[in-house]
């Protein structure tokens, strides 16, 4: 096979069997590689009743076709299972070296189940796997196990662990690759703790085979034309995801106060020139990216990446935080006990209002909850990470810590299907509400990356979409055709997500590349003449099974909403005063695009069948989950 090696590696902790099994050819067409892997593996192997801390759960580390060739951004790792912190569809996507070595080891994904009775780590080189004890890593945090495994096996090895979070089965804990590469979301660390799997470990040599090689350096040379050519694309290189917070800012989108507004006073010395200015020390980039987006920094005689975007809201403007480098140290401190940022953020942001407003007190929490004080911030993190006192509760994340103080605390947990929703408000950018309340991991931006409206994109609109629905969709605080949008960004980025490929190296963010694009690129290493209506086709695949997932799970039209902040209460100040979520709007016009139920959220018979989706179509007809 070109693109692909052809093997997947699975692994049971319980008996200590590892095993080679051949990648079915129809598997790689129809659900392409990386997240269509991911989901179509968790749709077959686990369900309503898999406990995802069991041993039944899987935890799944994919490649894909693209992975390990010379592509911009072609490192990125997506990594799945049920998710102990929604119950659902668990998927998490990081940049870094990781992914490429995968298929350097000979596989396009490992697949690990069962549980071992001891800590174990996996080693994999070159076709080979084994499973060793890890009992002397056992309670290193992420930075330290990643060292002590490169004394134990040599430099050259990449790391995938979890920290103390992980092993405490924090719910959000995250798993860490080179350090500061992160697969943070949906709790991940806590599968891998549960499994007490500290590490997989790769080394590997076997390169990846392109079809049509001439073809792909061709591909590859335009494109990189493209991106130095884009006047985005310098910004970016410079200050990577922190270039936001400055215009996040202007237009009342960076959430502030447990995103009771979107604008905060001391927004600069958050933002990407300040780090840049004070703090850098080098730059490096992910695996062959040309962006190289990540600034190195530098504090006391501590050296780490840079937090992004989301961090400097999680942990600055949304606590009311404006010290940079208490910022810095709280996301290396996250990155080492292996903790989502996003989540632990939005928990103690909660905890803070909830303080504020009298509905939790000092006999609750044991500490003081004050908005911008740091030195508690950083206490909850290690309380957090231990599960000590209230961090307990913490570790819970926000949904369920709400759900078992109550009095009224629900109202501030601002969640979407248990998965805390991260640095965006949808009352400045209406197409992030359709964004974070469709989304099928819980809240998120990134499941449809809705880019194109942030800075109004226009032209890559007008060319993507067609000029008929300008200047609504370009339009941030407009609610029209917002849900054409999202149902067009998420089948895009699923198929991102599937060969693996950042989308920040010019798919969805600078908007460079479109279908026509992705499809020349996956037919010239694959060799497969894949037609953009079949790439389309094989993304829709993907993203309806995925709901499928989340219908046979008990999810409906009910459970895509946002919480009453953004729908009910206008934006008290900034560009967007007085502007809400018109998410019922945007609901019908995402799914009338999709063709789905309006009133249930579920999918039709025919569009399953359509999809090649005869058996899941048969098992909702049998739940009962089919709509009329």
């Known amino acids: 096979m070109f693109g692909y090696m052809g093997k997947i590696l699975r692994v049971n902790l319980s008996n200590a069997k590892v095993s080679d099994q051949e990648l079915d050819g129809s598997l790689a067409r129809e659900y392409l590689g ?249 730059k490096r980039a992910c695996f062959s990216c040309r962006f190289h987006c990540k600034n190195v920094l530098k504090l006391g005689n501590e050296i780490g990446d840079h937090p992004e975007y989301e961090t400097l809201c999680s942990f600055g403007s949304n606590l009311m935080i404006d010290d940079p480098e208490f910022v810095i140290r709280a996301n290396w401190l996250c990155d080492k006990y292996g903790i989502d940022t996003i989540s632990l953020g939005a928990t103690i942001a909660w905890a803070m209002e909830c303080y504020e407003k009298g509905l939790l007190t000092k006999e609750d929490t044991g500490i003081e909850l004050e908005w911008g004080n740091s030195d508690v911030v950083e206490r909850l993190i290690h309380m957090t990470a231990f599960r000590e006192g209230f961090g307990d509760l913490l570790a819970e994340g926000v949904k369920r810590a709400s759900q078992k103080v109550g009095r009224g605390t629900e109202r501030y947990a601002m969640h979407v299907k248990g998965l805390e929703i991260p640095a965006q408000d949808g009352r400045a950018q209406k197409s992030m509400g359709i964004a974070h309340a469709t989304a099928a991991r819980g809240a998120d931006h990134l499941t449809h990356c809705t880019f194109l409206d942030e800075v109004g994109f226009e032209e890559a609109i007008a060319e993507r979409f067609g000029s008929k629905y300008l200047p609504e969709m370009a339009n941030r605080i407009s609610a029209k055709y917002k849900g054409i949008m999202a149902k067009e960004c998420e089948d895009f980025t699923a198929a991102v997500n599937c060969m693996v490929i950042c989308v920040s190296a010019g798919f969805l963010f600078p908007p460079l590349f479109w279908w026509g694009e992705l499809a020349q690129i996956y037919s010239a290493v694959t060799g497969i003449d894949m037609k953009v209506h079949e790439l389309k086709m094989a993304a829709e695949r993907i993203v309806n099974l995925r709901r499928a997932y989340l219908i046979r799970h008990g999810i409906s039209r009910a459970d895509d909403g946002l919480p009453e902040r953004f729908t009910k209460e206008p934006a008290p100040e900034g560009p967007c005063k007085g502007q809400i979520v018109e998410i019922e709007q945007m609901l019908d016009e995402y799914y009338e695009a999709r063709g789905w139920d309006k009133k249930t959220g579920w999918i039709p018979e025919k569009k399953l069948l359509e999809l090649g989706l005869e058996e899941v179509s048969s098992q909702l007809r049998g739940l009962g989950r089919l709509p009329g």
Request: proline share 5%.
């Open 34 to 282: 990386g997240i269509g892997f991911c989901i179509k593996w968790l749709y077959d192997m686990t369900g309503p009743e898999t406990d995802p801390l069991g041993p039944e759960n899987l935890l799944i580390f994919a490649a894909g076709p693209i992975s390990g060739t010379m592509w911009p951004g072609s490192g990125r790792l997506e990594v799945a299972g049920k998710s102990p912190q929604t119950g659902l569809a668990g998927y998490s996507n990081s940049g870094g070296h990781f992914a490429p070595y995968i298929k350097y080891a000979g596989y396009d994904a490992i697949i690990i189940e069962g549980r071992s009775d001891k800590p174990v780590y996996l080693y994999v080189e070159d076709e080979k796997a084994e499973i060793k004890d890890a009992s002397h890593l056992w309670g290193l945090n992420t930075w330290e196990t990643e060292d002590s495994l490169k004394d134990e096996l040599g430099e050259d090895v990449k790391v995938a662990c979890t920290g103390q979070a992980g092993e405490n089965l924090v719910k959000m804990a995250s798993i860490v690759t080179g350090k500061c590469r992160v697969a943070a979301r949906t709790g991940l660390g806590a599968v891998m703790g549960s499994k007490r799997l500290k590490a997989v470990v790769l080394r590997g040599t076997k390169g990846v085979r392109v079809a049509k090689p001439e073809l792909f350096i061709e591909l590859l040379e335009r494109g990189i034309e493209s991106i130095e050519g884009s006047p985005f694309s310098e910004h970016y290189m410079e200050f990577g995801t922190t270039l936001l917070v400055a215009p996040m800012n202007s237009i009342g989108r960076l959430p502030t106060k447990n995103h009771w507004s979107g604008v905060f006073s001391k927004a600069d010395m958050l933002s990407g020139e300040y780090l840049v200015e004070h703090y850098r020390v080098a």
